[in-house]
C-alpha cells in the first residue's frame, strides 16, 4: 500500500520528539498501521536552526497545509492563532489534523469539529491532555458503556511538581518554578500553570468527552496554587491529607461541575501519591468503578507516543465511512446535549480552614457559633501554639461537605471579626472515594 504522508507544523520539543519516534520505531508503527507513515515536510520558523533534519522545510505553514501531496496534518506549534486558521484551512482541504494543541480545542473545538464533521475528516487531539497517558482513548473507547460519574485530575506537572517540592523539601514556590522553567516542564507563559489555566483548558476536554457537552472552557471555575502555603501542605499531612492541584468535574443532580483548584486528598489514596511532574487522572464510571490512569504528562517523547498513537488511528480508519469513525467527542454530534455547567457558590464540598486567631476565652466559641449558623458542621479542629510573646495562634479545622455559598458567608463573618487577624486560607477538599 501506499505509504500515508504526514506534514508536521512545527519541529519544537514534541514535533522533534514525533518525527524522532516515527522514525525510530517505523517497523512496529507499520506493523499497526498496516502502512508506513511518512513524514514529508515540516513548516518551520527559523530554518536555520534545523540544520540537522532530514526533512524538506517550509517556512510558510499555509502552503504545508494547502500541499496535495500531504493526507495528514500534525499541528504542534501551539497558541491559538495562526494554529486555528492552519486547521480550518487543512480541513477545508479535506485533511485529516492530529494536534496537541489543548488551549485551541477547549476554546474553539467546537469550531473545529462542526468543520471538521462536514467535511468527514479526523482531528484528533490525544496529546492535548495529559501528554502520553491515552485518556482520551480511555475516555472515549474503553469507557463507553458507562455513565461517567465525575472524574479528578492532576493534569498540570508543573503545578505537582512545585507542591511536591514544597511538602517534601520545604522549597519556596518561586524556587521550584525556576527549576520546573527549566526542565521544560512549564508552558512559555508560567502563569498557564500556577493559575490553573492549563488545567482548566485540559478539564474542559476531559468533561467533554467523558459527559457528552460542549467544550465550555469560559464555565471552568479556575483557582492555581498561588495562595498555598508550606505551613497548609504541612497541616494537611497532620490531619492525614496531601494538598493537590485538581482539575474536577461531576455529574451532580443540578448539572455539571467543573473546577480546577488545590484541592486536600486523603492520603492514602493512590492519587495522593502522585508526585513530581507525573500526571494522573481518577474516573469513576457507574458500571467501571473507579480506574486510574497514570504516566508523564508532557515531554517530547511521552507527548509523541500519543501524537504517533493518533497517527496509527487515523491511518486505520482512512477508507471507514466517517459515519462509522469514533465520533471527535465521544458522543455522536446530534447527541452532545447542552447540560447546566454549574457556578462554583453552588459546588458543595468539604473544606479546609486555616485561619489566626486571638488566643482569649470565647474566640473558639464565636467561630464555631459563625460556622453553626451556616449549617456548617466541623470534622477536626487543631489550635496551634502562639510564637513566643504573641497572642495569635493558628486554628486549622476541616469541615463536612457544605454549599459553597454558605461557606463563603461564614468565612466573611470570620473574617469581619475582631479577634480574627488577616484572611481566613480555604481550600476544598475531596475525599475521592469509589462512592
Ligand atoms: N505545562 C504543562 C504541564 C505541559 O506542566 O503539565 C503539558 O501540557
Known amino acids: 500500500m501506499k505509504p500515508v504522508k504526514v506534514g508536521l507544523l512545527g519541529l519544537g520539543t514534541v514535533g522533534g520528539g514525533t518525527h524522532q519516534v516515527l522514525m525510530r520505531n517505523a517497523e512496529e508503527i507499520n506493523r499497526r498501521a498496516g502502512?508506513?507513515?511518512?513524514?514529508?515536510?515540516?513548516?518551520?520558523?527559523?530554518?536555520?536552526?534545523?540544520?540537522?533534519?532530514?526533512?524538506?522545510?517550509?517556512?510558510?505553514?499555509?502552503?504545508?497545509?494547502?500541499?496535495?501531496?500531504?493526507?495528514?496534518?500534525?499541528?504542534?506549534?501551539?497558541?491559538?492563532?495562526?494554529?486555528?486558521?492552519?486547521?480550518?484551512?487543512?480541513?477545508?482541504?479535506g485533511k485529516h489534523v492530529v494536534t496537541a494543541n489543548k488551549a485551541l480545542v477547549a476554546l474553539h473545538g467546537n469550531e473545529i469539529f462542526a468543520a471538521a464533521h462536514q467535511q468527514g475528516v479526523m482531528v484528533a487531539f490525544e496529546a492535548a491532555v495529559a501528554g502520553g497517558i491515552p485518556i482520551i482513548k480511555a475516555l472515549r473507547e474503553g469507557l463507553a458503556g458507562n455513565q461517567i460519574e465525575w472524574l479528578a485530575g492532576i493534569i498540570n506537572g508543573t503545578s505537582n511538581f512545585i507542591l511536591t517540592e514544597m511538602r517534601d523539601k520545604g522549597r519556596d514556590f518561586a524556587d521550584v518554578l525556576a527549576e520546573a522553567q527549566a526542565l521544560g516542564y512549564a508552558e512559555t507563559d508560567p502563569t498557564f500553570d500556577i493559575e490553573g489555566i492549563d488545567a482548566a483548558h485540559k478539564l474542559t476536554i476531559l468533561a467533554s468527552i467523558a459527559f457528552g457537552i460542549p467544550l465550555a472552557f469560559d464555565k471552568v471555575y479556575t483557582e492555581g496554587i498561588a495562595h498555598v502555603s508550606r505551613e497548609d501542605v504541612q497541616y494537611a499531612e497532620e490531619f492525614g491529607y496531601r494538598i493537590k492541584h485538581l482539575g474536577i468535574a461531576r455529574r451532580v443532580a443540578e448539572g455539571i461541575e467543573l473546577r480546577v483548584h488545590p484541592t486536600l486528598i486523603p492520603e492514602r489514596r493512590l492519587i495522593a501519591n502522585v508526585n513530581g511532574v507525573m500526571n494522573a487522572i481518577l474516573v469513576k464510571g457507574d458500571a467501571v468503578g473507579s480506574t486510574l490512569y497514570y504516566g508523564a504528562g508532557a515531554g517530547a517523547e511521552p507527548t509523541a507516543s500519543a501524537v504517533v498513537a493518533d497517527l496509527v488511528d487515523v491511518v486505520r480508519t482512512l477508507t471507514a465511512d466517517p459515519g462509522n469513525r469514533v465520533p471527535h467527542l465521544a458522543f455522536q454530534a446530534d447527541h452532545i446535549t447542552d447540560l447546566p455547567l454549574l457556578p462554583i457558590d453552588q459546588v458543595v464540598t468539604a473544606y479546609y480552614l486555616h485561619m489566626q486567631a486571638e488566643d482569649r476565652p470565647g474566640v473558639m466559641a464565636e467561630i464555631t457559633g459563625v460556622l453553626a449558623d451556616q449549617g456548617i458542621s466541623i470534622e477536626a479542629l487543631i489550635q496551634k501554639e502562639s510564637a513566643p510573646g504573641s497572642t495569635i495562634v493558628p486554628v486549622i479545622m476541616l469541615t463536612h461537605r457544605v454549599r459553597e455559598e454558605r461557606l463563603v458567608r461564614a468565612v466573611e463573618q470570620i473574617e469581619a471579626m475582631v479577634a480574627i487577624t488577616g484572611t481566613v486560607t480555604r481550600i476544598r477538599l475531596e475525599r475521592l472515594n469509589a462512592d
Do not use: K
Open 35 to 93: 502502512r508506513r507513515i511518512e513524514v514529508v515536510s515540516a513548516a518551520v520558523r527559523h530554518p536555520e536552526r534545523h540544520v540537522d533534519v532530514v526533512l524538506p522545510l517550509a517556512t510558510d505553514p499555509f502552503d504545508l497545509v494547502r500541499d496535495p501531496e500531504i493526507d495528514i496534518v500534525v499541528e504542534l506549534i501551539g497558541g491559538i492563532e495562526p494554529a486555528r486558521q492552519l486547521i480550518l484551512e487543512a480541513i477545508a482541504q
